[in-house]
C-alpha cells in the first residue's frame, strides 16, 4: 500500500457506507457531528468531507468516527477492548540503523476480508496520520504489508545507499535507493528526510525481500489489494510515544472490520513486544469537573458523558475512574477529559449566564497607543493588515537573512509552517506581499500586533509596529520620512544610529533610538531577503517597539 501525505485533516465519507456502521439517518449524523467537534466543509450527493481537530487522529477515517459517532448516539457505549494474540512474529533492529530513524513498532492483523472501500478508508487514514502525527513522515511513517508473499522473522536495518536495489511501488523496474530518491515521486517529495544520512533504513524479510524502504515507499511485493487477507504493519520514525499512538490507531480500526490483531516480537538493540492495547486510567476529581467546567453536573451525568465518548467510566466516592481506550492519543492529562465530559454532556444543554463581576471596562494602555498608531499609518497611504502569531523558523529568520535565535516554540505543533511564536512582524509583512505579487503596486501595508520575547525566565509578551512598502522607487529615504512622520505625530524625540541588521541593505539601514536604548530599525529591504519572498521590485520597512514607548504616548 502506497504511503502517502496530505496538507488537511478533511476527511472524505461515503454516506451510504456511514449509515451503515452507525445504524442511523445520514441526515441525524450529519446534525451530530459537528457536535464531537468537527467542521462539515461541504456535503456531495454521495459524500461528505468533515474536517476534524487534529488532535484527534483516531477520527482520520470513516472507520474512527463510526465508533464515536455510536457512543454519542447512545449505540454502543464505553471504551472498547482489543485484544492481542501471542505469535512468534519477530523483528530485529539492528545498531546500524539507530543513526539513522531509529524506532520501528509493528503488529499483524489477520483473517480480514477487505473492501474496496475498506482499502480506501486505511489509505486515507494512513495519509492522515503521516501529516497529523507524522510531522509529513519525519517522526511517523507507516508501512501496511501484505503477508503472503513474505517470512517472519524481519529485519530492521541500514544499508549504503548503492547496495541495495528493489521494485518500488508505482514501478516496474529495479532502483538502487538512491535511485528512487531521485526518479519516483515520493523520493523527491520525502527524500529530504534523509538528507546528509550516508546509510538508508530498510525493512526485509528472512529471505531479503524489500518490504519496505522508510519513510519514502513500500515495495512492490507487498502491496495490499481485496485479496489481502492477513497484514503486517510497520511504523517508523524519531518518536517512540507517536509511533506507537499510529500503530494503536491502525490496528483498533482494523480490529473494528473484523480482524484479529497478533503482537510481534522485537528484539535486537531494544526488546519489547507491541501493540500494547491496554486501558490508560485516570482517576479525575469531580469537585474538579464542576469547577473547570462551570455547571453542576450529577455523578451519572459525568458517567454517562464519559461514556458516550467512548470512555470506561466508574464513580469511586468524589472521583471518576476513567479507562482510556488505546487509540485516545490525544488525552494526556485530566483536563482533557474533563473536555470531553463537556463534550458528552452536550454544549448546546448548557445554559449561558452573565458573570457577576463589579466595575466598569476601560481600554488597556497599550490598545490605546495601537489606536494611535494605527491612525497614524492610515493617514499615511498604510493598509492595516493582521497576520498569525504563530510561524517557523525559516520565514522567521533565515528568509530574512538573519540569524536563528531563541524563540518560543510549540510543543505539538499542528503543521511544519507554525513550530515557534513569532518575536518580529516584519517577516509576516513579507509573506503577505509574496501573497499578493499579482496585485498592482505601490503596496503600503502595516500591523500593530502581539510578538513574544523569550527571556531566561519567562516569554514576554510585547507589542511591535511595522509597515513595509514595494514599488519601483522604494528607499530608504521613503522610509526615513514614515518614521520622521510617525514620531512627529506621538511627539516623542527619536535619533538614529548604524545598524547591522542583514534584513536590509549595508548602508541604508538605521537603529531607531530613544533615551540612548534600541527601540526599533528600518530601511531597504535586501535583494536576498526579497529573493527569498519571490519579490522583484524594490521595499523599503520598518519595525517599532511600541510597547516601549507605551507610557510616553499616553501621557
Known sequence: MAEGGTNLPIVKLDKTRLEQEVGEDIDLILEKIPMIGADIERINPKEVDI??????????????????????????????????????HGLEVTKDVQPVRPEIVGAVVKDLKLSEKDIESLVELQEHLHWGLGRDRKKVSIGLHDLKDINFPFKYTAVEPSSTEFTPLGFNEEMDLSEILKKHEKGKKYGKILKEKSRYPILKDKDDKILSFPPIINGVTTEVDEKTSNIFIDVTGTDRDSIED???????????????????????????????LDHKTYNVDIKDIKELLGFKATKDEIKDSLKKMRFGAEINGENVKVNVPPYRADILHPH???????????????????????????????????????????????????????????????????????????????????????NTL????????????????????????????????????????????????????????????????????????????????????????????????????HP????????????????????????EINN
Open 528 to 551: 536576498k531577503v526579497l529573493q527569498n519572498h519571490d519579490l522583484v521590485h524594490p521595499a523599503a520597512g520598518f519595525e517599532i517597539e511600541a510597547n516601549k514607548l507605551t507610557n
Open 426 to 525: 516584519l517577516p509576516s509583512l513579507l509573506e503577505i506581499l509574496k501573497l499578493n505579487q499579482h496585485r498592482e503596486l505601490p503596496q503600503r501595508i502595516f500591523e500593530y500586533g502581539e510578538v513574544i520575547h523569550p527571556t531566561k525566565e519567562f516569554a514576554k509578551d510585547c507589542y511591535h509596529l511595522s509597515g513595509i512598502s514595494i514599488h519601483s522607487n522604494a528607499n530608504f529615504s521613503e522610509m526615513k520620512s514614515v518614521i520622521n512622520a510617525i514620531f512627529r505625530e506621538i511627539n516623542i524625540d527619536y535619533e538614529l544610529s548604524k545598524s547591522d541588521d542583514k534584513s536590509f541593505i549595508k548602508g541604508r539601514r538605521a537603529e531607531i533610538k530613544h533615551k540612548n536604548k534600541k527601540i526599533g530599525i528600518f530601511g531597504e529591504i
Open 246 to 276: 499510529a500503530l494503536n490507531i491502525l490496528v483498533t480500526s482494523l480490529s473494528d472490520i473484523g480482524g484479529k490483531i497478533y503482537d510481534l516480537q522485537i528484539h535486537g538493540v531494544y526488546n519489547r513486544k507491541t501493540p500494547e
Open 51 to 88: 474536517e476534524f481537530f487534529p488532535n484527534r487522529p483516531d477520527l482520520f477515517n470513516d472507520i474512527g468516527v463510526s465508533r464515536a459517532l455510536k457512543g454519542f448516539l447512545d449505540i454502543e457505549k464505553g471504551a472498547p477492548v482489543y485484544n492481542t494474540e501471542t505469535s512468534n
Open 336 to 422: 482533557d477529559i474533563i473536555e470531553d465530559v463537556a463534550i458528552g454532556y452536550g454544549y448546546q444543554n448548557l445554559k449561558p449566564r452573565k458573570p457577576n463581576i463589579p466595575g466598569v471596562g476601560s481600554s488597556h494602555d497599550i490598545e490605546e497607543t495601537g489606536k494611535q498608531l494605527r491612525e497614524i499609518m492610515t493617514g499615511l497611504g498604510y493598509l492595516e493588515v493582521m497576520t498569525l502569531t504563530l510561524t517557523n523558523e525559516k520565514n522567521e529568520y533565515i528568509n530574512l537573512n538573519r540569524e536563528i535565535k531563541e524563540s518560543v516554540e510549540i510543543e505539538n505543533p499542528i503543521t511544519e509552517e507554525h513550530t515557534i511564536l513569532r
